[in-house]
């Protein structure tokens, strides 16, 4: 066994001991901080405005519901956002109920295992409000379609409840790019440690929580192992794929303490915890028998969508799709793991196209040179360069020119020539690329914030609540705008969009109008040792009169490490 499979099978012990994170949420396993409560929130992301609205007015599956956050009026959609709609748009494999002669809804019904006849408020709270919404279950069926039948065929295989096939109802809507607050990622809402577990490694390339195959294979098995782990009690291993595994084991002595059920319907679990395994219940009652409720299911033919193509090598997606003669669109959406514009180089080498384009794709690769299938600028390295500007300006890493070029340093020299893989196209080739969606993401907020857009550039030592706390926001709503949960981690030289309420910044927005509101930046420095006010004055182009007072500070005073300042740049002027 080698040492990664080895920390895999111990971490894998942990989880299943409750000592872990779960899937799905924040990276804890029992009482949360403050801090935690109110970041636990989920939520998704690509809710239409109905679900928005009944999420403002209360009106949601349970008190804790909350929606994906990419509702955005037609007429104002970006080109990421329309490509994101073929998630719910009819595909050639899509036909009449009539014509279906293997309907995969039907297969599912089969393969339920679970108790559907229970009735109770709980489940029926979000009964009511799944049938109230048909139009939430008419879109989340349509998103399912390229996925379904490869998960129900996986649960099939493994023996499990048909309903564990409609877990990713609850956990993402059947989104592939869904991102939570919780870090939590995919399909299946894989948080970082928990993915690492079952090998779904991430990357500046790709984020395997996001894969398809893998992450479903690993929920799967994760299921598996919750459920067996609670004497194969369907209900306790869900609420245990929500919440972790400590947390209901604690819940069960507690009550075992007091002579209580120990059943999933007496322990008193998380709130959300409460309403999981309901809203799966009741979203199998409808799939069970959609006439009795009022609702039309969108026919999915009992076939595979997709074939999985060994590509041997890392490809340009544009490429590829240009090979299999599909839009990027649909490449993308079926290899949602890639966060970039081709394939990991580091593998695993493969994608997944619709079945009827998979030959194609095949004799596409074999007739292409394997180094003919990414792009190349051949660079030369000039005075003032370093790797992080080198690999800003090409979009892509310095670890990954390092790996390319064989280097095992970031020291450059003059004239040195750089092997850097490029996109064949332009950046709006890739609009479900990960920075694509997220300027999108930016986009819609611009469109609707009432606060002054900035950007801030991360300082060694800047946490999120710092600079929330600076800019007069949330830390949710800070990360939320750049597509980043609070917990993930702030690497200095990242830039962060913030619409900011502060009043300077308001100020400067007012004044800017009147001259150039783009050349002004508002920023942040953590002051270091050997700082005074005229050398960051010097620095950044600016007055140390005019540092001090946005910082309320006297300038007759010294500046300490570690100290936070706001500056106000004029990028024309700045370093």
């Known amino acids: 066994m080698t040492m990664a499979r080895l920390i895999s099978a111990l971490l894998f012990a942990v989880l299943l001991a409750g000592c872990q994170a779960f899937p799905g949420h924040s990276e804890q396993d029992g009482s ?182 893998s992450a479903t294979s690993g929920a799967l098995e994760y299921l598996d192992a919750l459920s067996s782990r609670f004497d194969g009690n369907y209900l306790l291993g869900l609420a245990s794929y929500n919440s972790g595994a400590g947390t209901v084991g604690r819940a069960i002595r507690r009550n075992e303490a007091r002579g209580l059920p120990t059943d999933y319907w007496a322990l008193d679990l998380p709130r959300e915890t409460r309403a999981y395994v309901p809203k799966l219940i009741a979203i199998s009652k409808i799939i069970q028998d959609p006439e009795a409720y009022g609702i039309t299911l969108p026919p999915i033919p009992d076939e595979p969508y997709f074939e999985v193509v060994d590509t041997g090598s890392q490809i340009d997606l544009a490429q590829a799709a240009d090979l299999a003669s599909v839009d990027i669109e649909e490449i993308y959406l079926l290899n949602p793991a890639y966060n970039r514009w081709a394939t990991s180089p580091e593998g695993p080498h493969r994608l997944l196209v619709p079945v009827k384009n998979a030959e194609q794709f095949r004799k596409g690769l074999e007739g292409l040179d394997p180094e003919m299938r990414v792009s190349w600028k051949n660079y030369k390295v000039r005075s003032g360069d370093s790797l992080i500007k080198i690999a800003r300006q090409f979009g892509t890493t310095p670890d990954v020119i390092k790996q390319v070029n064989h280097m095992r340093s970031n020291l450059i020299r003059v004239d040195q020539r ?150 106000y740049v004029d990028i024309r002027r700045s370093p």
């Open 32 to 213: 949360l901080s403050e801090g935690e409560l109110l970041e636990s929130e989920r939520v998704s992301i690509a809710a239409g405005d109905d679900e928005l609205k009944a999420a403002i007015e209360g009106d949601t599956p349970s008190d804790d519901t909350t929606v994906l956050d990419d509702a955005i009026e037609p007429s104002l959609k970006s080109q990421a956002a329309r490509a994101r709609e073929r998630l719910e748009q009819p595909t050639e494999e899509s036909v009449d109920g009539d014509e279906v002669a293997h309907d995969l809804w039907s297969r599912l019904r089969s393969q339920f295992a679970m108790d559907l006849t229970l009735d109770n408020a709980r489940i029926e709270q979000q009964l009511n409000w799944y049938v109230k919404h048909p139009q939430y279950i008419d879109r989340v069926a349509k998103r399912a379609r390229r996925y379904l039948y490869h998960i129900v065929t996986e649960v099939e295989a493994r023996d499990l409840p048909g309903e564990f096939a409609l877990l990713p109802v609850v956990e993402s809507a059947f989104d592939p790019f869904a991102y939570s607050h919780g870090r939590a990622a995919g399909l299946w809402q894989f948080i970082p440690s928990t993915g690492r577990v079952y090998d779904l490694n991430q990357s500046w390339w790709h984020d395997q929580r996001r894969d398809v195959l």
């Open 418 to 567: 750089l092997l850097i893989p490029t996109s064949t196209k332009g950046n709006n080739a890739y609009a479900l690329s990960a920075n694509e969606r997220l300027k999108d993401k930016q986009a819609a907020v611009g469109r609707r914030a009432d606060g002054t857009r900035i950007e801030h550039l991360v300082q060694r030592g800047d946490t999120f609540w710092d600079i929330a706390r600076d800019h007069n926001v949330s830390v949710r709503q800070l990360a939320k705008w750049n597509g980043m949960a609070p917990g993930d981690p702030l690497m200095p030289g990242r830039k962060l969009v913030i619409w900011s309420k502060d009043a300077q910044t308001q100020q400067l927005a007012m004044a800017s109008r009147r001259g150039s509101s783009d050349m002004v930046r508002k920023v942040g420095y953590r002051v270091r040792k050997g700082d005074s006010l005229a050398r960051i004055a010097n620095r950044f182009n600016v007055n140390v009169r005019d540092i001090a007072s946005w910082n309320s500070l006297d300038i007759n005073n010294y500046l300490q490490p570690g100290q936070s300042l706001v500056l």
